[in-house]
């Protein structure tokens, strides 16, 4: 079992930064990769980002990249997405999740971090 909390959301302005966290605790050994998923009012939840647990490998929605960076401290277990020049369209709830292996779904959900971008 793995237990994912996401930290960091917050209001900001249009063109501002802010940057998430998903801190991973209990088997992380078992980890295949971690990433960020969004979920806009009245929309399906979308992939944003994701990392295998080794630190690599980095990939992105055409709709963030350019602006949004995830990186992870291996020492810490901590996953981070750094978004910069953020637009009203990110506003969402970011979930962080985990899976166990590459054709695997994503099994473990964090509870969530609303962002918020005002025009």
């Known amino acids: 079992q793995v237990q994912l909390v996401e930290s960091g959301g917050g209001l900001v302005q249009a063109g501002g930064s802010l940057r998430l966290s998903c801190a991973a605790s209990?088997?992380?050994?078992?980890?295949?990769?971690l990433a960020w998923f969004r979920q806009a009012p009245g929309k399906e939840r979308e992939f944003v980002a994701g990392i295998l647990w080794s630190g690599t490998n980095a990939k992105y929605a055409d709709s963030v990249k350019d602006r949004f960076t995830i990186s992870k401290n291996n020492d810490l277990n901590t996953v981070y997405l750094q978004m910069n020049n953020l637009k009203p369209e990110d506003t969402g709830v970011y979930y962080c999740?985990?899976?166990?292996?590459?054709?695997?779904?994503?099994?473990?959900w964090g509870q969530g971090t609303q962002v918020t971008v005002s025009s």
């Open positions: 999740a985990g899976k166990w292996g590459k054709t695997t779904e994503w099994g473990s």
């Open positions: 209990g088997r992380t050994g078992s980890l295949y990769a």
